[in-house]
């Protein structure tokens, strides 16, 4: 996978679109697009914005290795908002982690479907 897969999967993780995630590290949608999509590299300008607006762990997003998220996010003052934002967050997770859960489960039926039909089809034709 590559980091620009990679910041596919933080921006679907955090629940933004291209609009609100490029603007949220100094992109344009178009530029941020042409991240997602291979056609420009993640500079270490946008690495940096990363780091610092969304808490990404810049090892995770180089080589996949440790968490997405920094496990330690500095310290800031509780305000309302922040709270909100926090709590939506939350929620974000919670549905992603459903949505990513019914997906799984849908994979593992098709995997053991399609693992049925070779059995029965290496049944038909005498090679099992």
Known sequence: MTENQRIKIIRKFLGMT???????????????????????????KIKI????????????????????????IPNQEWSPERFADDQKQIENLKVEIDRLSAENKL??????????????????FGKG
């Open 18 to 44: 291209q609009v609100d995630f490029g603007a949220s590290i100094g992109l344009t949608q178009a530029g941020y697009s042409d991240i997602e999509r291979g056609k420009n590299k993640v500079s270490g």
């Open 49 to 72: 914005m990363l780091k610092r607006e969304h808490h990404v762990n810049l090892a995770w997003l180089e080589s996949g290795e440790g968490e997405m998220i920094a496990t330690i």
């Open 107 to 124: 994979y593992r039926e098709l995997l053991d479907s399609k693992l049925k039909m070779i059995a029965t089809l290496e049944e038909r």
